[in-house]
């Protein structure tokens, strides 16, 4: 830490009076709309229902429909995303708690900061853990935030609140997509469902906005932005997004102070709120100056880029990216807020975002499709009398085709009201097997249901497997309670580092070393594969960052080597 003595004399000398003289107000403040208390979930909770309505939450998600991604780059981030440090205590007498003030010390006045930053022992100690045992992921937060983090400030500055309030998506989920939490909060701002919709966040059996880019961060800098007209500080606004306000609301009440220092000395505030304003102000002090802190070597992503094309019905993917020259991983990568294989059905208009560069005559192209040819999937729900042999004569397609598309184990279980997916045209596409399976990945892990009295220990136990695995695979905080009714998984995820790893008559396998200037879609473009087969050849991060010298194995078709 800088001479932290010097700028105390000098703030002192100056006359700043902390971090009040760093307040920040956004030109308009609306009308809250938080009038209902919040759990320390972030669950709208009326009348004290906390726990009801977290069992409500947890019972409402859609094990089949929502993909998870349990790569290795996930996992890393869960392990520092959740990571509780003890209080940083001060030695001081304890009659003298209540009128001794925080030991805090203004960070180094700069115009670059437009959020109120200072630093004490809280913040210190994650600086000290993202330099130290935190770098390895920290580095990779770094290097995603060139990807997210520019349109994310942009967003904000439109919502009239401070840019550098953006980078809070990095201590909620590493600026992961895939991020979800054990109360299946999802997306790059861990929106909760119920949070989600009251800000106008959709989630359906066909979308899940909370992992679009622009619209979760457009929801968030409103909720960001109603917590503030709240109370009228930012740092209790922050702690709010962690804890809810109706949380933050009582402790003020309890301890009669306004001041989120004062809060954090207490009890009233669990130990991953108290830490959740010190991991904010870390990870903003280190990222304005990563060079100072030893993190001179980031690759940072390109920021994300995109055009956008309008579809006048449900659209196949795969079509959009046979009429771009793209590929079907390109687009989902872009739209990740897609759980299927097309646009939601009955949406007129809906904007996809494609390729810069690609959309100039997509519109032409797309015109000479026929609309019966633009869908070659849709849902289908079983119904009394369906089987597979009768399903597949009535639609023209093959039962092997239908088994292999909806993951079937038992072709003579049919039930009644489940969802198949049938093939509107003969055969099957590779991208949405490989989609199939990996949405059925959560579905094939064991999960138990928490019951009163029980502990992770006691859970860990009984399923064979360490407490540390429960809290990885859950996102579990070391203060994170268990509530009755609550599901964990209790498995380890399926392995899917050997997927088509053998290479067919028609293949030969390309060893390909990365140059500078290389991405995942140019290479797979050069070869005439799709990047989600070069991931999964390669055992690839969604997020990985090709590094030159690099090598690559291609199962490429002969004369494209």
Known sequence: MKNRYFVLLLVLLCGCAGPASLSWRPAERPASGLDEEMDASGFLAFDGSAEVLLQREVALADSAADIVTDDAETQEDNVVLTVQLPDATEPEAPETLAAVAEPVVAAPVAPRYDFPVVENARVQAFIDYYTGPGRRTFSRWLERSGRYLPLMSEIFAEEGLPRDLALLAMIESGFNSNARSWA????????????????????????????????????AGRYLKDLYSKFDDWYLAVAAYNAGPGTIGRAIRRSDSRDFWQLARGKDLQLETRNYLPKLLAALIISKQPEEYGFDAIRYEQPFRFERVELPQATDLELVARLLDSDYETLKELNPELKRWCTPPGERGYRLRVPPGSASDFAEKYAAIPPQERARYHRYQVRPGDTLGRLAQRHGVAVNDLIALNRIRNPRALKVGQDLILPLQAGVATPLLAEQS????????????????????????????SEKDLRLWNRLGWSSLLQPGQTLLVSAPPQRAQL????????QRVAYRVKTGDTLWGISRRFGVAAGSIRQWNNLAE????????????LVTGGRS
């Open 184 to 219: 299946n909060a999802v997306g790059y701002w861990q929106f909760l469902d119920s949070t989600g919709r009251l800000y106008g966040l959709r989630n359906d059996w066909w979308r899940d906005e909370r992992r679009d880019l622009e619209k979760s961060t457009r929801a």
């Open 500 to 507: 088509a790893q053998v290479a067919t008559p028609a293949q």
């Open 543 to 554: 997020n990985h960052v090709l590094q030159p010298g690099e090598t690559l194995t291609l």
């Open 438 to 465: 990996s949405e059925g990945d959560r579905g094939s892990r064991q999960s138990y249901r928490v019951q009163s009295g029980d502990s992770l220990w006691k859970i860990a136990r009984a399923h064979q497997v």
